[in-house]
């Protein structure tokens, strides 16, 4: 079985700053994907960024990046330049390979950001 | 714009309402999606996977019979809540992924279900 640690309590940041998001992972399988999504209070589920266990790089989209440690099964989410905007839940996430394969998810971390 | 379509956003009913969610991917075809349920500041927890064109598969603890799950098409599945009591209220959400594809799964806007 898969697992995800968020143990952050709520974070604080401020705006134009950089804020990192921790998560941590347990699996047994070799081949997953990691993903990291926002929601705000709204409640929709915005996809920010994936990384595959396979991929020698660490994903970038935008202001996101993703520090990817696979020996410490580690899946950071780096914002860069925060933003009023960026105030949400954040939710890390994996799955196994596969079209078909459900997520796991973590139990979240509110960022606040500041101005 | 939005790849996933969920509906009704918002449902309040009395107990004993059979409640029906519907979950459309909208420019692509799902042969699989997957229903969450949320619980004020809680991660999502899947309920079951939808299957187009078999059973649904539910995850341990998620009564099959209280919650109906119907993938008719490639690009339509519905949730019914069945006799919805206070304690189903929560948020519901869906997410649906491109066939034979390994793009992330999109979810829809999610249904906020309060049971009176």
């Known amino acids: 079985a898969q697992k995800i640690t968020q143990t952050q309590p709520g974070m604080f940041v401020q705006e134009k700053e950089a804020v990192t998001l921790d998560c941590t992972y347990d699996t047994s399988d070799q081949s997953y994907g990691l993903f990291w999504y926002k929601q705000p209070s709204s409640g929709e589920m915005i996809f920010l960024i994936y990384q595959g266990s396979y991929d020698e790089q660490n994903a970038t989209e935008g202001r996101y990046s993703l520090n990817f440690q696979k020996a410490r099964k580690s899946a950071n989410l780096v914002i860069s330049a925060s933003q009023l905007g960026d105030s949400a839940m954040y939710f890390c996430a994996m799955s196994l390979r596969g079209a078909n394969s459900k997520l796991t998810f973590g139990k979240g971390i509110t960022l606040s950001v500041r101005p | 714009g939005a790849v996933v379509s969920q509906h009704p956003s918002r449902v309040i009913c009395k107990s004993g309402t059979s409640v029906k969610i519907e979950c459309r991917s909208l420019?692509?075809?799902?042969?699989?999606m997957f229903w969450y349920r949320q619980f004020p500041k809680q991660s999502l927890m899947l309920m079951a996977t939808s299957n187009e064109g078999s059973k649904a598969t539910y995850e341990q603890g998620v009564e099959k019979d209280k919650f109906l799950i119907n993938h008719a098409s490639l690009t339509l599945s519905t949730l019914t809540v069945t006799s919805a009591h206070p304690e189903d209220s929560s948020f519901y959400i869906c997410?649906?992924?491109?066939?034979?594809?390994?793009?992330?799964?999109?979810f829809g806007d999610g249904t906020r279900l309060s049971i009176l």
């Open positions: 997410s649906a992924r491109r066939q034979n594809s390994n793009q992330p799964q999109h």
């Open positions: 420019d692509f075809q799902a042969t699989t």
